[in-house]
């Protein structure tokens, strides 16, 4: 047999197998077929030192990663799982003093309370904080790299809020 075909062959029956398979995915997320819906509140801000669009940045990039890296679809009238919380730590820390009472490092830490409810299996519920942080250099001003910074850490924490909710299945 050419071995083309037979490859060919090999990959028509692999993507028969894998979309018979209800909670498959190659990213390692599995979702039960009686969930089909998301929806995520608007977040709040309950920190003093945050940009005043940060809960709606965090919402929408929280929004975006569901949409766009699950089968769910977006619906705000009783969706089968729900996340809202707010952004409640907004801290900015020297890390690496040095000589001279300047530090070499900066640190930005951020925190989100989150609480998820999943309405087909209320055992999957939680609300827990999700941080992360990143450094930047003790002679940048922050305002110059806040918007990357604040991208950066929200990147990560939705990816952990994403792996947290869809592999426990």
Same mark, same amino acid.
């Given at each position: ?7 060919? !062959? ?8 894998? !979309? ?6 190659? +990213? ?34 929280? #929004?975006? +990663?569901? #949409?766009?890296?699950? #089968?769910? +679809?977006? =619906?705000?009238?009783?969706? %089968?799982?729900? $996340? &809202?919380? %707010?952004?409640?730590?907004? *801290? ?5 003093? =040095? ?8 640190? /930005? %830490? ?7 409810? *999943?309405?087909?299996? &209320? ?8 941080? $992360?942080? =990143? ?10 790299? =806040?918007?990357? /910074?604040?991208? #950066?850490?929200? %990147? ?5 809020? $994403? ?7």
């Amino acid at each position: 047999m050419n071995k083309s075909v037979l490859f060919f !062959s090999l990959l028509i029956i692999s993507s028969i197998s894998f !979309s018979s398979c209800v909670c498959y995915s190659f +990213k390692g997320i599995s979702i039960p077929p009686d969930i089909n819906t998301f929806y995520v509140e608007n977040f709040k801000n309950k920190t003093v030192t945050a940009p005043v669009d940060i809960e709606v940045r965090f919402s929408e990039a929280l #929004r975006s +990663k569901i #949409r766009n890296e699950s #089968r769910l +679809k977006f =619906q705000e009238a009783e969706p %089968d799982i729900l $996340f &809202e919380g %707010d952004v409640v730590g907004y *801290n900015i820390s020297a890390e690496a003093p =040095q000589e001279g009472n300047t530090v070499a490092l900066n640190k /930005l %830490d951020i925190v989100v309370s989150v609480k998820y409810t *999943n309405k087909t299996n &209320e055992k999957l519920n939680y609300t827990r904080n999700f941080n $992360f942080f =990143q450094t930047y250099p003790g002679d940048q001003d922050l305002t110059n790299v =806040q918007d990357d /910074l604040i991208k #950066r850490i929200f %990147d990560q924490i939705v990816e952990r809020i $994403f792996n947290d909710t869809f592999t426990t299945w």
